[in-house]
């Protein structure tokens, strides 16, 4: 079976320990503006929309503080109303702004699930140990989750499908994820030859 992550952001870089928000998650991102009366549009990356408002106020880079209560969905967005926001202007004043909570308000994930926040940044080991570089980002194109790796010393990031087969072991606690990826695909760890390419050209992510 494969492994999940129940939240997709675009990017999800950590948090910067000096940061106002050093310990949160990235759950959203305000879109734009709905109606006059101050509602805004959400792209929520919580694994139920409207699960975003379900753990606490949320807070922005900037460290203000925002209540949010969810009213309905609009084509694939949140629509909600954020307390003191009261007209369109507002709203729309709020356009991309980032939506963070806690980390520690956040449940724990269950077996076989981590959150993304959790996973970027991590060591990216193969099987024998040797490092090939480390998790840049996490994808969901459709067809299930993609780990984006960042290459060590550098070169193509590398693409692979976020599965037991090609990853079969995640490592939080110890900082690594363990990848093994298609026989065709053979990758160059840190300091070693690299015999072949992937061939992305026609979207095979090493699935």
């Known amino acids: 079976m494969a492994k999940r992550v129940p939240q997709h952001p675009p990017e999800q870089a950590p948090v910067r320990e000096d940061s106002v928000l050093a310990?949160?998650?990235?759950?959203?991102?305000?879109?734009?503006?709905?109606?006059?009366?101050?509602?805004?549009?959400?792209?929520?990356?919580t694994a139920a929309p409207a699960d975003i408002g379900a753990y606490g106020p949320l807070s922005d880079e900037r460290g203000r503080r925002f209540a949010l209560r969810p009213l309905?969905?609009?084509?694939?967005?949140l629509v909600a109303r954020l307390a003191g926001v009261e007209d369109r202007d507002a709203a729309a004043s709020?356009?991309?702004l980032r939506l963070y909570?806690?980390?520690?308000?956040?449940?724990?994930?269950?077996?076989?699930?981590?959150?993304?926040?959790?996973?970027?940044?991590?060591?990216?080991?193969?099987k024998d140990g040797r490092m090939i570089g480390r998790v840049k980002a996490m994808h969901d194109f459709g067809a299930g989750d993609v780990v984006e790796i960042e290459r060590v010393p550098g070169g193509d990031a590398l693409w692979l499908?976020?599965?037991?087969?090609?990853?079969?072991?995640?490592?939080?606690?110890?900082?690594?994820?363990?990848?093994?990826?298609?026989?065709?695909?053979?990758?160059?760890?840190?300091?070693?030859?690299?015999?072949?390419k992937a061939d992305r050209r026609k979207g095979r992510l090493g699935s």
């Not at 309905?72 to 967005?77: D, E, S, V």
């Not at 037991?164 to 065709?184: I, M, N, Q, S």
Request: glycine share 14%.
């Open 72 to 77: 309905g969905m609009t084509r694939g967005l």
């Open 23 to 45: 310990g949160s998650v990235l759950v959203g991102a305000i879109a734009g503006a709905h109606g006059v009366r101050g509602e805004v549009l959400i792209k929520s990356f």
């Open 161 to 196: 499908a976020f599965s037991e087969r090609t990853v079969p072991a995640v490592d939080v606690a110890g900082g690594r994820l363990v990848v093994d990826p298609p026989a065709e695909l053979e990758i160059k760890p840190e300091g070693g030859p690299e015999r072949k």
């Open 101 to 126: 909570v806690p980390r520690s308000a956040l449940p724990a994930p269950s077996a076989e699930e981590w959150y993304v926040s959790d996973l970027v940044g991590l060591r990216v080991e193969d």
């Open 94 to 96: 709020l356009k991309g």
